[in-house]
């Protein structure tokens, strides 16, 4: 897979040739979903908790006797069908992580390049960046790649996380 090297001013500088071993895979769609999976998963927080009914405060003595009053029997007032009771089946803590070999991390990230760089080349924006010196200190990085992106027309595209 060949590449065209772009200089600053959106010139075409030269060519290189990109790695089969990296470059050249069939996509593996089914390994990189899982590795976004497992990465979304793995930022969660797992921190959410509510009090469930012996842990709100108060609800020690039952609060009619059984019988003889007409009313539904009940045995706290902290039960979950009270105000001011606890919560029925609420979330607790728990860990998210999720794990994968080492050898399926790695191809989801060469399957992720591989499948970036077809698409690039298909809409004939595949192209390398050379020559990103800063000329003073006062410009940015930054603003060195917003020059070759507008000049290059790679800007498109929306980032959705």
Known sequence: MTINILSKDGNTAGTMELPDEIFGIEPNVAVMHQAVKM???NRRQGTSKTKDRWEVRGGG????K???RGTARAGSIRSGVW???????GPNPRDYTQQMPKKMRQLARRSAL???AQQNIEHGRGALFGDLQRES??????????IVAKHADISG???HG
């Open 39 to 41: 990465h979304l998963a």
């Open 61 to 64: 003595r039952k609060p009619w």
């Open 66 to 68: 059984q019988k003889g």
């Open 83 to 89: 105000v001011g009771g606890g919560n029925i089946h």
């Open 114 to 116: 591989a499948l970036k």
């Open 137 to 146: 200190l006062e410009i940015s990085i930054a603003t060195d790649l917003r």
């Open 157 to 159: 595209g929306r980032c």
